[in-house]
């Protein structure tokens, strides 16, 4: 086996604004972030070479070719593009190497905190063992916190689509490193496949100590009937997108009421969002409707290798988003933190002097 592979550099955010001063308060400002898949970081050039360091081929000519095969128009069809791409990952090296380049990146725009999804039954099904998978990714963690600063946590999130005995048979395997999981979420593809499917791991989950959060994608089928499942039956955490949530004001007092944070990724919503049925604006609709929304960046690598500064960025201008509600979301990121409080107290201390200096 070679060595690692060299972390990428990367420039700042790109994304176009109308209010620079207001992109440099972004940039500069602590951030963190709680929806992010690490396969879905994996960018084109790192597929390369991870295939490459691996003796596979790739049936693409190069990057610029790779990319270009990045179509898709909802959930499933990008879920088969993303399954597709992280063949590459085989080894505790390239988990290492895929989770070290996502912190590095994180890091250099401020991200100081992040807990990211991983989909180990996929890797399972490829014969990886589960210790490479999260041997890999705690490396990563560890080194990117000493060298970089930034912390992090992993969540293990349950390949819905895929039955309920391979998720229980990955968190069995998984829980002899619980010390190095935060928590358990639940991904892919919703339809025809309910929370309540997961019913017994979430409470597996929840009996080693660990917390549970849950997607529900814009504009599922039954969005309204799962997202009233995982807030008042399954009692998550937290939820991922689940922005259908504005179209009953009852579910909405019921998140309120909890607490609920809502882990929002605008960049996907727009590609899922089908405009009969859900505002156009995600993120306006759930801030004015009084939610704990945060921002985070989904899947980079596959949605235009934007990763967060340019998320609110883009968010900001479509969302007419202003400086008081980008503090506010940053600082409901920092209170959802799945950290002793008196942590979270340290990360809001540097959100709130920054603010101030600024
Ligand atoms: N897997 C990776 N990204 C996902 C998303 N946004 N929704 C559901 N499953 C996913
Ligand atoms: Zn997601």
Redesign the pocket.
């Known amino acids: 086996m070679t060595g690692a592979l060299a972390t990428p550099r990367y420039a700042g955010a790109a994304a176009p604004i109308s209010d620079p001063a207001l992109g440099r308060f972004i940039a500069g400002m602590p951030k963190s972030e709680y929806h992010v ?1 690490l396969e ?1 970081t994996l960018e084109a050039e790192m597929k390369f070479a991870l295939a490459k360091r691996n003796g596979m081929a790739l049936p693409f000519a190069d990057v610029a070719a790779m990319k270009a095969s990045y179509v898709y128009h909802d ?1 499933p069809s990008f ?1 088969a593009i ?1 399954y597709d791409g992280m063949k590459v990952l085989q080894t505790e090296a390239d988990f290492r190497d895929l989770a070290y380049a996502y912190l590095a990146r994180a890091a250099s725009q401020n991200v100081i905190y992040a807990e990211m999804f991983f989909d180990p039954q996929e890797h399972l099904k490829r014969g990886v063992p589960i210790a490479a998978v999260i041997g890999g990714i705690t490396r990563a963690r560890a080194e990117a916190q000493a060298a970089l600063g930034i912390r992090s946590q992993l969540i293990l999130c349950f390949v819905r689509d895929l039955s309920a005995e391979s998720a229980m048979a990955a968190l069995d395997a998984a829980l002899p490193f619980k010390a190095d999981l935060v928590g358990v979420g639940l ?2 593809d919703e339809a025809g496949n309910p929370p309540e499917k997961f019913r017994e791991h979430f409470a597996k989950a929840r009996a080693h100590g660990l917390k549970v959060t849950a ?1 529900c ?1 814009i504009d599922q089928p039954d969005t309204l009937r799962n997202i009233r499942t995982v807030l008042t039956d399954l009692n998550v955490d937290r939820i991922d997108h689940g922005g259908n949530i504005v179209q009953s004001p009852e579910l909405v007092a019921i998140a309120r009421e909890r607490g609920i944070t809502f882990t929002v ?1 605008p960049t ?1 919503s727009g590609t899922l969002r089908k405009r009969e049925t859900v505002p156009v604006d995600v993120v306006r609709a759930m801030l004015d409707a009084g939610l704990k929304v945060t921002i985070s960046s ?2 980079p690598a596959y949605m235009g290798s934007e990763y967060i500064d340019d998320v609110l960025i883009r968010a900001v201008e479509r969302s007419k988003l202003t400086r008081e509600e980008l503090v506010l979301m940053a600082r409901y990121g920092f209170e959802a933190a799945w950290l002793p409080q008196a942590d979270k107290d340290v990360m809001i201390a540097r959100l709130e002097a920054y603010v101030k200096a600024g």
Do not use: N
Request: aromatic share 16%; proline share 0%.
């Open positions: 898949h879905g959930l879920l993303y991904d892919s997607h994608d990724c996907f989904d899947d």
